[in-house]
């Protein structure tokens, strides 16, 4: 399975990217899709999650301003960034998992993000 993270780039404090993480298979099998980032001297954290139902969790950093979402028929997952703040500088990574049959987890290229003036 590959993943391909892509829309990262330069923008000011306030604006907005949309993240998108293609999947080379159909994504509906997949338990749980995420994107977690890494800051400079950070540790990688997730940032949002959605399950294959369809229900999402966020960091506490985050909630209110990222969305996160998939569309199956295109094997792809989004992750919208609204009113963005330098702390959210970082290498955005996507990331497939789940415990069917057994414990599996894919993870994407990493796409760079960087909110500056």
């Known amino acids: 399975v590959q993943l391909q993270a892509s829309g990262g780039g330069l923008v000011q404090p306030g604006g907005s990217l949309r993240l998108s993480c293609a999947a080379s298979e159909n994504i509906f099998r997949f338990g749980s899709l995420g994107w977690h980032r890494q800051a400079p001297g950070k540790q990688r954290e997730l940032v949002a999650e959605i399950t294959r139902g369809g229900s999402t969790n966020y960091a506490d950093s985050v909630k209110g301003r990222f969305t996160i979402s998939r569309d199956n028929a295109k094997s792809t997952m989004y992750l919208q960034l609204n009113s963005l703040k330098p702390e959210d500088t970082a290498v955005y990574y996507c990331?497939?998992?789940?415990?069917?049959?057994?414990?599996?987890?894919?993870w994407g290229q990493g796409t760079q993000v960087t909110v500056s003036s």
């Open positions: 990331r497939a998992w789940g415990s069917y049959p057994q414990w599996y987890e894919y």
